[in-house]
């Protein structure tokens, strides 16, 4: 069974731009949650979906949003970049119908850095 | 103050030394999750739980839901074992997450 997918790996993208990152859950699995870490603020919450409908947001400035398409898998997007911006996003993917009370799955993340 | 704290932040260890990782909450939840990071990056669940104890190997995890306390315990560590765990607890959809524990493992 393949894990969670996220691409791309690494990404350099300068100040002002945007940028697209995926996830591709584990098949079978609803739920798709996306987080940044950093070193200064350490892993926080961005977003969850499921089924294509957004259940919770985490305390992020408008320029971060995201989205969940039929299949499941989830892109997320940031405009109009800032050096603040240059984290890992991690996302996981897990089959719960209600709280988060069932394994989380994450993927290897999508470095991205801002210059 | 966070909504969990992990203790100690870093630990440096000799190889085949019993290790306790510690994790305390002030929030309701509906699972504790233990999390293990290595330096590229990917996160690997090492276990959920919401009572009791777990075992898996030589990791042991126990939570103590009245003291909104976890323990993550390692036996005879191992190099290998040197990344950072990280807990985090869960309800409304999201994760929480300890600022992490960062283990070195000395041969």
């Known amino acids: 069974k393949a894990g969670v997918t996220q691409t791309p790996r690494y990404l350099i993208k300068t100040r002002g731009q945007q940028v697209t990152l995926s996830c591709s859950p584990i098949?079978?699995?609803?739920?798709v949650s996306w987080y940044q870490q950093t070193p200064g603020q350490g892993l926080q919450f961005l977003f969850e979906?499921?089924?294509?409908?957004?259940?919770n947001k985490g305390n992020f400035p408008g320029r971060f949003s995201g989205r969940q398409f039929s299949n499941s898998r989830s892109e997320m997007n940031v405009s109009t970049l800032e050096l603040g911006d240059s984290a890992l996003y991690l996302c996981?993917?897990?089959?719960?119908?209600?709280?988060?009370?069932?394994?989380?799955?994450f993927g290897q993340g999508t470095r991205l850095t801002v210059v | 103050k966070n909504e969990v704290e992990q203790s100690p932040q870093n630990l440096t260890a000799q190889e085949g030394e019993f290790i306790t990782i510690n994790c305390s909450y002030s929030?309701?939840?509906?699972?504790l999750h233990w999390l293990q990071q290595h330096p590229g990056g990917g996160i690997v669940s090492l276990f959920m739980?919401?009572?009791g104890k777990k075992k898996h190997g030589r990791l042991i995890a126990t939570i103590n839901i009245q003291e909104k306390h976890s323990s993550l315990h390692i036996t005879a560590s191992h190099p290998r074992d040197s990344a950072v765990y990280i807990c985090?607890?869960?309800?409304?959809?999201?994760?929480?997450f300890g600022q992490g524990t960062r283990l070195t493992i000395n041969p």
């Open positions: 739980l919401s009572s």
């Open positions: 098949s079978g699995h609803r739920s």
């Open positions: 979906y499921f089924s294509e409908t957004q259940r």
């Open positions: 996981a993917s897990s089959q719960q119908t209600g709280g988060m009370n069932t394994e989380a799955f």
């Open positions: 929030v309701g939840i509906s699972a």
């Open positions: 985090a607890v869960s309800g409304a959809q999201k994760l929480v």
